[in-house]
């Protein structure tokens, strides 16, 4: 089936490779030339695993093309999904103009009977039925909308592409259910298929549930501080019962990325709006909020004034095997060190060059793990790279100086190794 793809992001370019590699004539478009043309030349420039060689693969087989918006003169593709940002701004909430912009440029280009738009990007609920409202209803415009929302994770992403838990279908038009539910057809999963409003609201409680377990066991992990209990147990202990389940149980300085916290606060802007007191939420972003303070409370318990510490820290992006950045809690953390005139040193294996535009200019930064940890009298892990886990930490210990802390941000160290080797270890709600 011919395909476009608008906005290649970290879900557009995944979606494009998606459908490309599954046999359809994909074109993706996007407004940034450079990124256009770098794609041309076979450069991809998001970190995604697998995701360059099967661009590359899929523009190899001539089932993906590239196109920049200037260089369309008409769709004539009978499926159109749309992955365009809706960032979240202060005051106005979840800022959907760039889904509107767009779906005016598709009504300005498109030459086919009934095209089916199929919405990736997250729009709050009730959006979808605005756009119908607004732009699709009026005369001639026989434009299908289908509400279809990605779960795909960062670092993950391809193969949550290939194994969605669930396949979401939200529509009122039978026709383009059908039609879009016949493109997921090769992928084992069920589908969901509703109206467009519950399939908006499917994809904001997935995640502010699973962004509630994280600031749930988070503040369970700070019980077993309180307690002397261990988190780490706790977490298999009742994620073993079948109802509750193992993932989305690791205590740590929280959630960031581009999706949580963005989505939480949508979701809760709406409830605000609409008269709506979401309480759980509330205290879900509260939580989430304060845990890089509690790494830096760590920091303090042991080395009291933070002025002058050489501080190395380890880990930029938001999560491991990404080189995202966006509300990564690394970048809160180097501020709130900052601001006690700590000596910052950081290392990411691929996420410097995304940090560093964001961070104070004085800040430091290493090639290598070992460097940033050179004389530094303390270490704080912020991002559960597999790197630092598989560390010689008897080196590190050589390398750093008196009392050689260690503050691990994700609770991913071996602390009982560590603490063995002269360490003073702290993590959240471990023994
Ligand atoms: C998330 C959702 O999982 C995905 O379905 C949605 O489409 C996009 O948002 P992503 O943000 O890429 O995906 O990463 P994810 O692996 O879910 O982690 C999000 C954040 O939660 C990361 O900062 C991670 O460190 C943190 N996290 C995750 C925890 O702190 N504890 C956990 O147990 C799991």
């Given at each position: 089936?011919?395909?476009?793809?608008?906005?290649?992001?970290?879900?557009?370019?995944?979606?494009?490779?998606?459908?490309?590699?599954?046999?359809?004539?994909?074109?993706?478009?996007?407004?940034?030339?450079?990124?256009?043309?770098?794609?041309?030349?076979?450069?991809?420039?998001?970190?995604?695993?697998?995701?360059?060689?099967?661009?590359?693969?899929?523009?190899?087989?001539?089932?993906?093309?590239?196109?920049?918006?200037?260089?369309?003169?008409?769709?004539?593709?009978?499926?159109?999904?749309?992955?365009?940002?809706?960032?979240?701004?202060?005051?106005?909430?979840?800022?959907?103009?760039?889904?509107?912009?767009?779906?005016?440029?598709?009504?300005?280009?498109?030459?086919?009977?009934?095209?089916?738009?199929?919405?990736?990007?997250?729009?709050?609920?009730?959006?979808?039925?605005?756009?119908?409202?607004?732009?699709?209803?009026?005369?001639?415009?026989?434009?299908?909308?289908?509400?279809?929302?990605?779960?795909?994770?960062?670092?993950?992403?391809?193969?949550?592409?290939?194994?969605?838990?669930?396949?979401?279908?939200?529509?009122?038009?039978?026709?383009?259910?059908?039609?879009?539910?016949?493109?997921?057809?090769?992928?084992?999963?069920?589908?969901?298929?509703?109206?467009?409003?519950?399939?908006?609201?499917?994809?904001?409680?997935?995640n502010a549930y699973l962004a509630t377990r994280i600031s749930f066991i988070n503040e369970i992990a700070?019980?077993?501080?309180?307690?002397?209990?261990?988190?780490?147990?706790?977490a298999?202990?009742?994620?073993?019962?079948?109802?509750?389940?193992?993932s989305y149980l690791r205590a740590g300085i929280g959630y960031g990325g581009?999706c949580f916290p963005?989505?939480t606060?949508?979701?809760?802007?709406?409830?605000?709006?609409?008269?709506?007191?979401?309480?759980?939420?509330?205290a879900v972003i509260?939580i989430n909020n304060?845990q890089?303070?509690?790494?830096?409370?760590?920091?303090?318990?042991?080395?009291?004034?933070?002025?002058?510490?050489?501080?190395?820290?380890?880990?930029?992006?938001f999560k491991?095997?990404?080189?995202?950045?966006?509300?990564?809690p690394?970048?809160?953390?180097?501020?709130?060190?900052?601001?006690?005139?700590?000596?910052?040193?950081?290392?990411?294996?691929?996420?410097?060059?995304?940090?560093?535009?964001?961070?104070?200019?004085?800040?430091?930064?290493?090639?290598?793990?070992?460097?940033?940890?050179?004389?530094?009298?303390?270490?704080?892990?912020?991002?559960?790279?597999?790197?630092?886990?598989?560390?010689?930490?008897?080196?590190?210990?050589?390398?750093?100086?008196?009392?050689?802390?260690?503050?691990?941000?994700r609770n991913?160290?071996?602390?009982?190794?560590?603490?063995?080797?002269?360490?003073?270890?702290?993590?959240f709600?471990?023994?």
């Amino acid at each position: 089936m011919k395909i476009m793809v608008i906005g290649l992001g970290y879900v557009g370019s995944v979606v494009a490779a998606g459908l490309a590699s599954e046999g359809n004539q994909v074109t993706g478009v996007d407004i940034d030339l450079d990124k256009i043309k770098s794609l041309r030349e076979n450069i991809v420039m998001i970190k995604e695993p697998g995701l360059q060689d099967m661009i590359v693969q899929a523009s190899g087989s001539g089932n993906l093309v590239f196109s920049h918006t200037s260089e369309i003169d008409f769709i004539r593709d009978p499926v159109i999904f749309v992955c365009v940002d809706t960032p979240y701004l202060q005051n106005a909430g979840c800022d959907v103009s760039q889904v509107y912009n767009t779906i005016e440029w598709i009504k300005q280009k498109v030459e086919v009977q009934q095209p089916i738009l199929v919405m990736k990007s997250t729009v709050v609920p009730g959006t979808g039925e605005k756009i119908i409202q607004n732009y699709l209803c009026t005369e001639g415009d026989g434009i299908s909308y289908v509400m279809n929302p990605e779960f795909l994770r960062e670092g993950q992403a391809l193969w949550d592409w290939a194994h969605p838990d669930r396949t979401v279908i939200g529509s009122n038009d039978e026709n383009a259910i059908k039609t879009i539910s016949s493109l997921y057809s090769k992928i084992e999963a069920p589908f969901v298929i509703t109206d467009v409003t519950t399939a908006e609201m499917i994809k904001y409680a997935a995640n502010a549930y699973l962004a509630t377990r994280i600031s749930f066991i988070n503040e369970i992990a700070m019980l077993c501080e309180r307690f002397n209990a261990d988190i780490d147990i706790v977490a298999r202990g009742m994620g073993l019962d079948q109802r509750i389940g193992l993932s989305y149980l690791r205590a740590g300085i929280g959630y960031g990325g581009s999706c949580f916290p963005k989505d939480t606060r949508a979701l809760h802007d709406i409830c605000n709006r609409n008269g709506i007191d979401f309480e759980l939420l509330d205290a879900v972003i509260s939580i989430n909020n304060k845990q890089c303070n509690s790494a830096i409370n760590k920091l303090k318990d042991k080395l009291g004034s933070l002025q002058r510490r050489r501080i190395a820290v380890l880990g930029l992006s938001f999560k491991p095997d990404t080189d995202d950045v966006r509300e990564s809690p690394a970048l809160k953390i180097i501020r709130l060190l900052y601001e006690e005139g700590a000596d910052i040193t950081a290392y990411d294996p691929l996420a410097i060059e995304n940090a560093a535009g964001q961070l104070p200019a004085d800040i430091k930064y290493t090639d290598k793990a070992l460097n940033a940890v050179d004389n530094a009298h303390a270490v704080l892990v912020v991002t559960a790279w597999r790197e630092f886990v598989d560390m010689d930490w008897a080196t590190v210990k050589s390398l750093m100086s008196d009392p050689y802390v260690v503050i691990d941000g994700r609770n991913c160290l071996d602390y009982t190794y560590l603490r063995k080797l002269g360490f003073y270890y702290s993590g959240f709600g471990r023994k």
